[in-house]
């Protein structure tokens, strides 16, 4: 009897212990350890036989996009916690401790999946985020991600000296003397995720690349070195849909030591948002727009100079839609696809203006200038989009970039005036073959539209020259590059060899018409000399319609 009695029970208890031990994660120091974390569900991550060198500790847990919560307690709000997508925990370990509880949950009512690895330090690197005053976290080793459409800025918070198990750290801002936290320094990396790769997979074996120190050296970019008096925010230009990881390794110089913060990693896009999404990037209106462009650039790769009154129209539309885009953006709270459409009809009018002034007026020198500045526009904006618009000088002062911007943009017309058919020809195979180029990023995300869309992105946000502007180089970028540089090279051979034996420049027909006209007018013999004038014509039709017709028949005397 006892023994039914009893068996109900043992099973409950043999239940209870299978649960909690599956709620358990044991992590080893540097080893990733993928994590699900199911709905009201807590899950303990263990760290056991912590070597007695070790001083400190952290934790660090990375999901795609959902946020995740690391806490000290099993129920989080009783102690510290913090809930994000790349979260991460410091554990100052006491003397004779050799084992470590962290616990993990969801704080959304969904599931969660990540990947997570512990990071151990010695008494000698220094403490991540130890002497951040702006965080809940006693000790706070994240890195902060905000976005918008412009600019990503990475924050974190000052770090400390390292220290023994059960001492004292070191106070933060008593004294900036050399044995204090002032002597350590900052290094900021970038490393970007494969371009268009939006899976977790991809995230995860990057993030296996780069969680410590010596990876993120090995494969990061270093971006900028901080000093501990320097602000410690870096900006960079966004790219919606590409992913980065950013990371901070804070060093000892005196005791040749680092330690890493945790990482974050940003698309800066919404994966949850239903409108212009990680995974719906590109406006119908956008993909509309510039596939149109890349048709007409195409078309005037390889026969602007032939027709040279669609080649006017193509470069006066770019010019006044950019332009007047730029205004309206900075004037106005209007819808993008308004701004876009409006845009396009002042493109259309420019284009209108300067076909019909070069009609007009026949001066085909200002023409051939304003199509020179094109080229120059794209040319300076491609000398600022390699490291050289990194510079200190340039991420200052907006004075220094644009003047340098205008210099290098209005020094290529100068050859046009010596050289104008070749110029032209030149400027027709360079921006007609980037118009291509705008069109493939459309529907394919490359790097090269960002050559002229961090001009636009200065034009319209006055605290994005503060941003770092690098982008990623892959696989699509260079694949683009050579397409870019074979249409620009064969548009342009194919020009002046088809050009060789024409004129240089086709002449204006209001001054064909005048010629004409004046040459009608002198010359009597011609039989148009005697056609009477436009106006004559008309008024004669008008009388033969209202007039009386005249009875048919001999009205002339007979001559005898």
Not at 21 to 35: D, K, Y
Not at 135 to 141: A, R
Not at 255 to 265: D, G, I, K, M
Not at 513 to 524: I, P, Y
């Amino acid at each position: 009897m006892s023994h039914w009695m009893w068996s109900p029970l043992l099973l409950f208890f043999a239940c209870e212990v299978q649960a909690q031990a599956e709620n358990r994660v044991t992590f080893l120091p540097g080893a990733f350890q993928n994590v699900n974390v199911s709905l009201n569900e807590t899950v303990e991550a263990v760290v056991t036989r912590i070597p007695p060198d070790v001083a400190f500790i952290t934790l660090q847990f990375h999901t795609l996009h959902r946020n995740a919560t690391l806490s000290y307690t099993r129920i989080p709000d009783e102690g510290p916690f913090l809930s994000a997508v790349d979260s991460g925990l410091l554990t100052a370990l006491q003397p004779a401790q050799i084992r470590l509880s962290l616990f993990l949950s969801s704080p959304d009512e969904e599931p969660v999946s990540g990947t997570g690895v512990i990071l151990s330090y010695s008494s000698t690197a220094p403490v991540p985020g130890a002497c951040s005053m702006e965080s809940s976290l006693d000790v706070d080793p994240n890195v902060y991600i905000s976005y918008n459409l412009y600019e990503t800025t990475v924050r974190f918070g000052p770090a400390n000296l390292g220290y023994q198990r059960g001492q004292t750290p070191a106070a933060c801002d008593t004294s900036t003397a050399s044995d204090t936290r002032w002597r350590l320094e900052y290094d900021v990396y970038q490393y970007f995720l494969p371009e268009s790769d939006l899976s977790e997979s991809s995230l995860f074996s990057s993030l296996k690349a780069v969680a410590d120190a010596r990876g993120m050296a090995a494969s990061g970019r270093l971006v900028v070195t901080l000093k501990s008096t320097d602000k410690t925010a870096v900006a960079f230009s966004s790219i919606p849909g590409q992913g980065v990881i950013y990371s901070v390794i804070v060093r000892d110089p005196v005791l040749n030591t680092s330690a890493s913060y945790v990482p974050a990693h940003t698309y800066a896009c919404s994966f949850t948002s239903t409108l212009d999404g990680c995974q719906t990037l590109g406006k119908i209106s956008t993909k509309v727009f510039f596939t149109i462009a890349g048709l007409a650039g195409l078309f005037v790769c390889f026969f602007g100079h032939r027709f040279f009154k669609c080649e006017l129209f193509c470069m006066g539309f770019s010019f006044a839609a950019f332009f007047f885009f730029v205004l309206i953006t900075r004037t106005t709270q209007l819808d993008y696809d308004i701004r876009l459409t409006v845009s396009a009809v002042v493109g259309v009018v420019g284009g209108v203006v300067l076909v019909m002034s070069w009609w007009r007026f026949g001066s085909v020198m200002a023409c051939v200038v304003v199509v020179g500045l094109m080229l120059g526009f794209l040319v300076a904006a491609v000398v600022l989009f390699t490291p050289l618009g990194d510079l200190e000088v340039f991420r200052n002062s907006d004075v220094v970039f644009w003047v340098t911007f205008c210099c290098i943009m209005v020094t290529l017309p100068l050859f046009f005036v010596r050289w104008p058919r070749e110029g032209n020809i030149v400027t027709c195979g360079g921006v007609g073959a980037y118009a291509v180029v705008l069109a493939v990023n459309a529907y394919v995300y490359t790097s090269l539209s960002y050559i002229t869309l961090n001009i636009l992105k200065r034009f319209l946000n006055n605290n994005f020259s503060a941003a770092f502007t690098d982008a990623p180089f892959q696989t699509i970028d260079y694949a683009l590059i050579t397409v870019w540089a074979v249409l620009g090279v064969c548009g342009v051979v194919l020009q002046l060899y088809r050009e060789r034996s024409r004129p240089f420049f086709p002449p204006s027909p209001y001054l064909m018409w005048l010629q004409e006209r004046e040459r009608r007018k002198t010359n009597v013999l011609d039989p148009s000399h005697h056609v009477p004038s436009l106006a004559g014509r008309l008024v004669e039709r008008a009388r033969q319609l209202v007039g009386r017709r005249e009875p048919a028949g001999e009205h002339t005397p007979l001559l005898l």
